[in-house]
């Protein structure tokens, strides 16, 4: 490699940038070196190969850093292995070689650095010296995780103080004050959620890959518009039953001091026991659904059947309980093992027709959605995982809120479309009125009874989804309640959360400043 040769008189800017540039090339040129004679002022050393004539020698030039070689004797004769290790390709020279693309990538995996040495100087290192490197090279870029524990309680306190309102609790146990568990909820996240989101929370988990790993739990909801709005998240050492009744613990205790009356939620988790008795001790008038990605995708594990996993999802969005006794039934056709299997989950706790509480059409938890926000940070200091979350946070804020300055409709835009359906659909509707708050509507194949005292429809669409439904529509059509699409906020048709966190009256985004 010629940018690795030396001559006579090649000067260095000091001594460690001479042992670097002595280092890289006998790596890159594959022969191991022997130092004879190494301080401050001289340097000097030979191949390690018995019987190889190379030798070097550097000493440093009178009154400055610079080391200049002094003499380079004989050349190469020892044979090389590309396919072999080397000694001096150690640990803080590999953070040395990764710590550029590191800075760019924190998810550069210990595989791909043992690929990129050995594209670049032939020689093959251990899986263990390249973990080891990474850990130390995030360790100088954004400090080490023990360091992110010690420094976290002071870091909570700076976060109460710069964004009042919000909540930052760190957790210990044992006499040693160790670390168990991390809540933090920003006061822009509560007050979007309580009044500009829908009343879904989604639960969930992601583990963490930093040197004492642990678990990171997340609460989301859906602004108005069906965007994922992160509500609070926490760390824990171990996920468990204890841990997850802790964490709805915090959460409710977050609402409760922001809200005059604790909301009517909707839960939306996977079919965990902690989740599911922790939910039902800490909020216990709230309604709980499986997540209906979750289930689907476990049938599809469990049967390799993508025909049962499109019947399941059809079940499940069947707004009369005949349409889901029709889906069941042509799932047990297709597989009688997928339909017993389908049992241990109570239909109440995932299908539209029998839920008890309104997930306004959400059948799906979005918590994915928040874990690809923090996927990259999983392997920083806890510090910084806090911090990654908090700046997603700003910038979706800003988005959202620069977004919506065009709605000039009341309703945001996913339910202004949903309404201006419904109300195209009415267009062909007969309307026969029974008395002041019940309706029958006929339409071309079916005949329904929209109650507006009790905002319902025999079609369920209205008590499923939170938005007037066609037959609702063709009402207040008849009636002249609406004009062509923009609906008056005195109706009855705006559903909780209409108004989302990034409505220009509601600067949630500024608490971040």
Known sequence: MEHHTFVVGQEFPDVKAFRNAIKEAAIAQHFELRIIKSDLIRYFAKCATEGCPWRIRAVKLPNAPTFTIRSLEGTHTCGKNAQNGHHQASVDWIVNFIEERLRDDINYKPKDILQDIHK????????????????????????????????????????????????????TTGADNRFQRLF??????????????????????????????GTLLSATSFDADGGMFPLAFGVVDVENDDSWM????????????????????????????????????????SSHAICMRHLSESIGKEFKNSRLVNLLWKAAYATTTIGFKERMAEIYEVSSEAAKW???????????????????GHLSSNIEEFNRWILEARELPIIQVIERTHSKLIDEFEERRMKSASWFSVLAPSAENRMVEAISRASTYQVLRSDEVEFEVLSADRSDIVNIGMQSCSCRDWQLYGIPCSHAAAHAADKRHYNTGHLEENTAVVYPGCRAFGLKEMHAGSDFC
């Open 120 to 171: 670049h100087y032939g020689i093959t290192i251990p899986y263990k010296q390249a973990w080891r490197a990474k850990e130390r090279g995030l360790a100088a870029i954004y400090g080490s995780s023990e360091e992110g524990y010690c420094l976290l309680p002071s870091y909570c306190e700076h976060i109460k103080k710069t964004n009042p309102g919000s909540i930052a609790e760190v957790f």
């Open 246 to 285: 802790w964490f709805l613990s915090e959460l409710h205790r977050a609402l409760e001091i922001n809200a005059e009356n604790m909301p009517q939620l909707t839960f939306l988790s996977d079919v965990q026991k902690g989740i599911t008795d922790a939910v039902r001790r800490k909020f216990p008038t």
């Open 342 to 360: 389908i049992q241990q989950f109570p239909p109440p706790r995932w299908a539209l027709a029998y839920f008890e509480g309104t997930r306004y």
């Open 184 to 213: 933090v909820s920003f006061y822009g996240s509560i007050y979007g959620f309580l009044h500009g989101c829908l009343p879904i929370v989604c639960l969930g988990g992601i583990h963490l890959n930093s040197k004492y790993l």
